[in-house]
Structures are given as C-alpha cells and as structure tokens.
C-alpha cells in the first residue's frame, strides 16, 4: 500500500488510521499532503460534501455531453479518479479550454469544483447510459475500436461466452455486467493511487456487451453444410 510505504508504517497502522484509530492531527496531516491536501483543504471538502450522487444522467446532460467527444471523455475520465490536469498533459489539452470544459461541466450539475484545485464528480460512477445522445456518441466515435480489432492477434485480449439463458437468467447477466464496470472503475482508481504517473502508462477500453443471437447462420452454415458434406462423404464423414 503506497500509503504505508511513503509514511514508513505498516499496513494494519494505516487500515487503524483510516478507521479512525489512533488518529492524531499531525497523521492526518501527513496523509493529506500524501494527496496534495492540507487539512483545510479536508474541512472545506467535509463542509461542502454531496448528499446522495445522481446514478442516472438526465436527458440534457446526455444531450449536453454528447456536442463534443472531449467533453464527454474528461467526465468519465474524472469519474474514475483521473484529475483534469493529468488529462490535460495526457492530450496537451490548453488550460483555457479545461478550464471552459470545467466550468461547463459544473454548470451541467455533473461535478463540483472544490476551492482547492481539486474536481468533485456529482454522479455515481456505477452509471449506465440508458438514453439516445450519449448512445449515439458511442456508436460514432468508439463502436469501430473494437469492432475493427483483430482478434486473431495475440495482444488482442478479449472474452466471448455463448451461452443459453433464461429470461431470469438474462437480467442476472445485465446485472453481472453493470457490476464488472463498477469493479473495473475500482481498479482503475486503486492503479492510478498506488502507480501515480507510472512509466508505460495508458488509456484503455473496454466493452462488456451482451446480446441475443440470430442462430439462422449457424443452422445454414454450419448444421446444413455440415450434413450435406457428410452425405457427400459417405460414412467417413467430411475431410
């Protein structure tokens, strides 16, 4: 844990710490500066902390979101803990135009902008897309990264399941999918503070889809094609 290591204390030291354990000012203290904080910094967050984050985006913030593909990737960006600085180093973003996308995101209701520096995002990060804008920005800019893949190269590291399911069985998998994404936001936040600007670093994507499928190919394809090449066979069966 890069808290223990960079404090020089065990890891059960720090888990007491953070439960509120033997916590003295000046630990506090040094656990702040750990993320560039001082304790006032820490007050003022406590003091203007949100009630209960938004696990929907309303049709105009979709709507809002999906004018501009830069827009929309500094919000999820700053969803899953990268600061917008880091984001403007990654692309050489000018610092007028972060700070109008900023103030544009706050005046949409979708972050806050603390008094010291720092970006407080206002939605859950377990969200789902369920209406057209930002649907239709997806189909656009990021349907063609994974559907032009070459999945037959071994750098391409992909799942694929068929599998027969109940209705029941079908919400289960919808449900397992929206849990693998809050999970994948986790590790990204739990990366990005153990291995802050690591060498080698980049941005991946990730699609987690699920869909009914249209067997008809297979019955033609494959079932009829594979018994008229065993009749054409004989008893061997196709070569």
Same mark, same amino acid.
């Given at each position: ?11 059960? $030291? ?9 916590? $003295? ?26 009630? %209960? ?17 830069? !827009? ?7 969803? /899953? ?17 972060? %700070? ?12 806050? +902008?603390? &008094?010291?520096? +720092? ?5 859950? +990060? ?17 349907? +063609? $990264?994974?559907?032009?893949? %070459?999945?037959?190269?071994?750098? $391409?590291?992909?799942? *694929? ?5 109940? #209705?029941? /069985? *079908?919400?289960?998998? *919808? ?11 986790? !590790?990204?936040? &739990? ?7 690591? @060498? /080698? ?9 699920? &869909?009914?499928?249209?067997?008809? @190919? ?6 009829? =094609?594979?018994?008229? *090449?065993?009749? =054409?066979? /004989?008893?061997?069966? #196709?070569?």
């Amino acid at each position: 844990m890069r808290i223990s290591q960079e404090l020089g204390v065990g890891e059960a $030291t720090v888990k007491r710490w953070l439960a509120g354990k033997g916590l $003295t000012i000046d630990r506090l203290e040094r656990m702040a500066q750990l993320c560039g904080l001082v304790l006032g910094d820490l007050a003022r967050e406590a003091e203007e902390s949100p009630g %209960d984050l938004a696990h929907e985006l309303t049709l105009a913030q979709e709507k809002a979101l999906s004018t501009n593909i830069f !827009l929309s990737f500094l919000f999820m960006a700053l969803l /899953g803990g990268v600061p917008p600085d880091e984001v403007a180093a990654d692309f050489n973003v000018p610092k007028a135009a972060m %700070d109008a996308a900023l103030d544009r995101l706050e005046r949409l209701a979708l972050i806050d +902008r603390l &008094r010291s520096g +720092r970006v407080r995002p206002l939605v859950d +990060r377990a969200l789902v897309f369920r209406k057209q804008p930002l649907r239709a920005l997806f189909e656009a800019h990021m349907k +063609r $990264t994974f559907f032009e893949l %070459d999945y037959s190269q071994p750098e $391409t590291i992909y799942s *694929a399941e068929t599998v027969k399911l109940s #209705p029941a /069985g *079908a919400a289960q998998l *919808a449900e397992l999918i929206e849990r693998h994404h809050v999970e994948v936001q986790a !590790l990204a936040e &739990r990366d990005h503070i153990a291995h802050p600007a690591a @060498p /080698g670093s980049g941005w991946y994507g990730m699609l987690s889809v699920m &869909r009914g499928l249209d067997m008809e @190919p297979m019955r033609v394809d494959g079932i009829i =094609a594979w018994t008229e *090449a065993l009749g =054409a066979g /004989g008893a061997k069966g #196709p070569v």
